[in-house]
């Protein structure tokens, strides 16, 4: 079988509690993606003031005692293409060895290589269309996982016959999500066409399950080995393993999960940054029990935790980062 479910662990009802909030940065334009570089800087993907940019990126310094004031901070603006299309950049991931990021258009079909903080490279343009939030994520062998979903509108723009890499899926009419995983040190011509890449989720030979299609995968995050932790849009995390098995790990409250972000950390747990409509910040363990880390957050979108354990998160609603430091292990 290509893919099965456990059941789903209960969601816990206390509340993990919580050390220490503290306010990193202020005044940071809407705030939409972090990333954490090797050396504890923080990297920060905003949307801007008045939306007359693609993105505009700042890299802060988090140790500092006060809250940092981004307007005096230096920042990369990223101006929109030329021409009618004016599509904004809304994810985010980082090569920890080289420092150079990876940027997706959100609702757009193309991923972009920021080289050096100088130069902009398209990577790669997707078979559909890519969300904002933690949609791009490096493994942890720095190979480029993107998320995808393969519906009928999408099939009928795609290639007739269907390309190569998708002849199984279009053999039995897959509707459902795509997992990509890109090596970005590859000799080949760029950008990239992720209908031409063959997913490592769903993988031949597919079969046709009764009821609904899978529902589309919205966060993806990398667990320990070659797995991966996903999110989907009811809000069940999901882990896909090296062997491109899919097995539910957990069922988060109730909601509408919009602009999720998700981050690992040390211990393995997944944080899952679960945005606008919802306003929490959740915590899965890995063996399947949910927390609420903290409630009522503004519009809590970008996540990063690091290797002590804190966790950094936008509050994109409020202009401002804090740092979170949770005391159950």
């Known amino acids: 079988m290509l893919w099965c479910f456990a059941p789903p662990a209960r969601p816990a009802e206390a509340q993990a509690r919580i050390a220490q909030i503290e306010v990193v940065a202020t005044a940071v334009p809407r705030p939409a993606q972090l990333a954490l570089t090797s050396a504890g800087r923080l990297v920060v993907l905003s949307q801007g003031w008045r939306g007359d940019s693609a993105a505009e990126i700042y890299w802060l310094d988090p140790v500092s005692t006060a809250p940092l004031d981004a307007s005096l901070a230096p920042r990369l603006v990223i101006p929109f293409a030329d021409g009618p299309r004016k599509t904004a950049l809304g994810s985010l991931a980082l090569d920890q060895k080289s420092g150079d990021l990876y940027l ?37 062998e720095g190979r480029l996982v993107v998320l995808d979903y393969a519906s009928f509108e999408s099939q009928l723009r795609s290639e007739s016959p269907a390309p190569p890499a998708l002849e199984a899926l279009a053999g039995e009419d897959y509707t459902g999500p795509l997992v990509f995983r890109l090596n970005p040190q590859d000799d080949v011509p760029l950008p990239r066409r992720l209908e031409l890449v063959a997913p490592i989720f769903p993988r031949p030979p597919v079969r046709r399950t009764a009821g609904e299609p899978l529902h589309k995968f919205i966060a993806v ?37 919009n602009r999720t972000s998700m981050a690992v950390g040390p211990d393995g747990s997944v944080f899952v940054s679960a945005g606008f409509h919802i306003r929490e910040l959740y915590r899965v363990t890995p063996s399947g029990a949910v927390t609420s880390v903290a409630h009522h957050l503004g519009d809590p979108q970008g996540i990063a935790v690091d290797r002590s354990g804190a966790i950094y998160v936008a509050e994109t609603a409020l202009h401002r980062i804090i740092r979170l430091r949770p005391l159950d292990p």
């Open 221 to 257: 995050a990398p667990i320990a080995g070659d797995g991966l932790a996903l999110l989907n849009s009811v809000g069940e995390v999901l882990i896909l393993s090296g062997e491109g098995q899919l097995r539910r790990l957990a069922r988060l409250p109730s909601g509408h999960f």
């Open 104 to 140: 997706g258009e959100e609702n757009g079909n193309r991923i972009y290589r920021l080289v050096g903080a100088r130069r902009l490279t398209p990577l790669a343009v997707g078979l559909n269309h890519l969300l904002g939030g933690s949609s791009l994520a490096l493994d942890r």
